[in-house]
C-alpha cells in the first residue's frame, strides 16, 4: 500500500483495528437499556446520582460501558445503556454499593417503574470496541 498522506493512514488504520474490525462473530455482550422517566423538577438530582453510578460502574471488572442518556425533546427521560461482558456481571453489578446507594437515591424520582430491554450486540464486533478508552472517567 502506498501512503500519500500519512495522517490519512494513521486515520485509517485506527478505523481498521479500533472500529471496522470484522469477524465472523459479534462479541458475546448483554446490551441493557433501561428507560427511565422522572419526575420534573428532579432531573438534575436524577443525572447527579445517575452519573455517580455510571462513573463506578464502568470500572467493574465485568462492565464495558455505563452510559446516561437525556432525551432532548422530554428531559424528564433517560435511557441507561449498560453493556456487560458476562451474563452474570448484571447480577454482580446490583451487588455493589454504588448501585445500591443510587437505586435508593433515585426511587422517589421516578414518574414511573424503570424499563429494562436486553439485547445482544451485532457491532462492533470486539469487546474492545464497547469498552472505554484509559481515560479518567470523572
Known sequence: MTVVNPQTSITKSLIT????????????????HVSVQVKPGTEDAF???SLA???ASAKEEGVSRFDVLQQ???PTKFTLVEVFKT???PALHKETEHYKTWRETVAD???QPRSAAKHKNLFPVMG?????PEVDLE
Not at 483495528?17 to 441493557?32: E, G, Q, R, T, Y
Not at 474492545?128 to 472505554?132: A, F, T
Open 109 to 111: 424520582m421516578m414518574a
Open 72 to 74: 432532548i425533546d422530554d
Open 87 to 89: 451474563a452474570e456481571a
Open 47 to 49: 443525572k447527579e446520582a
Open 128 to 132: 474492545g470496541g464497547w469498552d472505554y
Open 53 to 55: 453510578n455510571a462513573r
Open 17 to 32: 483495528n479500533k472500529v471496522f474490525m470484522s469477524s465472523s462473530a459479534p462479541a458475546d455482550l448483554l446490551v441493557v
